[in-house]
Nanobody, 126 residues
Framework: QAQPVESGGGLVQPGASLTLSCAAS????????IGWLRQPPGKEREGVSC????????EYADSVKGRFTISRDKAKNTVYLQMNNLKPEDTAVYYC???????????????????WGQGTQVTVSS
């Protein structure tokens, strides 16, 4: 089965920016949504942002609205997450995943459903 592949994580200081990339190809047309989930240390997984492959509509968690931007390059089968003004509470393992819809992906944030990448670590610390 195809699996998303994330890249771009790292260690940054508060207020810095970082861009994550997700290479995702080979999925069926039924998997319309592709997005980013994260799991902070000691906490549950949560949806961060999602984009619909069919119409480009986007969703964001309240905690990242105005700071994060999701975008896609269809020709490269790649989705990006531009993260600005990073905060220590953004520290987490970030996963790229696909599912049937953004609503499902963002609400369930469950790797038992859809296709998930291996994750990339983002650490925000001074």
């Amino acid at each position: 089965q195809a699996q998303p592949v994330e890249s771009g994580g790292g260690l940054v200081q508060p207020g810095a920016s970082l861009t994550l990339s997700c290479a995702a190809s080979g999925f069926t047309k039924n998997y319309d949504a592709i997005g980013w989930l994260r799991q902070p240390p000691g906490k549950e997984r949560e949806g961060v942002s999602c984009i619909s492959s069919s119409d480009g509509l986007t969703e964001y968690a309240d905690s990242v609205k105005g700071r994060f931007t999701i975008s896609r390059d269809k020709a490269k089968n790649t989705v990006y997450l531009q993260m600005n003004n990073l905060k220590p509470e953004d520290t987490a393992v970030y996963y790229c995943a696909t599912d049937h819809s953004c609503d499902i992906l963002m609400l369930t944030a469950d790797p038992r459903f859809g296709f998930w990448g291996q994750g990339t670590q983002v650490t925000v610390s001074s």
